[in-house]
């Protein structure tokens, strides 16, 4: 029985570091299809992030106690998120280059991030 239970909980653990990483790949990937017109439908069911999920991988990052860097990708998701929220709900002021321009330069801060919290933090 406690065999069991220690690897399902190495797989609970492995996989609640690994969501946020595959969110934000799908969020990069879904900023990059969308500025060349293209929508996968399928690509937002599975990459969608809702308030309660977030809530869930946060929490959840907490209680195991991970580190900052595992929590960098759902910063990342939530920010991608609140931009285009503000942008579809009030409009942000520019054409799909800016728009490209913007998402990417909040992508390329969080990369940066991201190293930093890895190897020197």
Do not use: Q
């Amino acid at each position: 029985m406690v065999g069991k239970f220690n690897i399902s909980m190495k797989t609970f653990v492995l996989v609640t570091k690994v969501t946020p990483m595959l969110l934000a790949f799908c969020h990069l990937i879904n900023i990059l299809l969308n500025y060349f017109y293209i929508e996968l439908v399928l690509m937002n069911y599975l990459a969608g992030i809702s308030i309660i999920s977030i809530l869930y991988l946060y929490i959840t990052s907490y209680a195991l106690k991970l580190c900052e860097y595992y929590r960098m990708f759902l910063h990342y998701c939530v920010a991608v998120n609140i931009i285009n929220i503000i942008d579809y709900y009030i409009g942000i002021p520019v054409n799909d280059i800016g728009m490209f321009m913007i998402l990417t330069t909040v992508t390329i801060i969080f990369m940066f991030l991201i190293i930093y919290f890895k190897f020197f933090k």
